[in-house]
């Protein structure tokens, strides 16, 4: 645990608006560029950064530029402070939209899956009773307006919190990534 250190007001303010994407570039941290966004993998898992803001996409968890180094960095708040002040990557002056979660919409399902078997089966290599074990668990089927193969994402508890089909078609958190959450 640190010591208490008198930060002024400037300097807290100054280290929650860090720029995330520059100081993870200086640490040595691999950071991707998605759309107006950046993308950053914490065990495999995706955090994106807009600005000085966070959000880990499958804790459904965020925050500034401190919250960031005290959760990912194991840090408590002023050594997070120090640390970003110490850097100099430089700072976020305009605000930045905080994140909002997107409602989940769940494309219809047409009456039979036999297109997206047909491709998964055949195209793509997938052992028919891997098909349908996925299929059976409500985790594949096919879309009833473009015929795609949509994967669903659900939660330990069963609940669907991703969907996406491999068409382009993302519905629920911004930039997620399918996963089973098993």
């Not at 793509?124 to 994967?151: C, M, P, Q, T, W």
């Not at 659900?154 to 491999?166: A, L, V």
Request: hydrophobic residues 30%.
């Amino acid at each position: 645990m640190g010591s208490y250190i008198p930060f002024t007001e400037q300097q807290r303010e100054q280290a929650r608006r860090t720029d995330l994407a520059a100081f993870l570039r200086q640490c040595g941290e691999e950071v991707k560029k998605s759309g107006t966004e950046n993308m950053w993998l914490d065990h495999g898992q995706k955090v994106t950064i807009r600005g000085n803001l966070w959000f880990h996409q499958y804790e459904q968890v965020g925050g500034d530029a401190i919250d960031f180094a005290c959760r990912f960095y194991d840090m408590d708040y002023p050594e997070a402070v120090q640390l970003m002040l110490s850097m100099g990557v430089g700072t976020i002056r305009e605000s930045v939209e905080p994140f909002t979660q997107k409602p989940l919409e769940i494309p219809p399902k047409h009456e039979n899956m036999r297109r997206v078997y047909g491709y998964l089966i055949r195209q793509r290599g997938i052992e028919k009773d891997v098909l349908d074990a996925f299929a059976y668990r409500g985790l594949v089927y096919e879309s009833a307006d473009y015929h795609n193969a949509v994967f669903v994402g659900i939660d330990r508890e069963g609940k669907p919190r991703h969907i996406h089909d491999p068409a382009g078609y993302c519905h629920g958190r911004p930039d997620d990534q399918w996963r089973t959450g098993a």
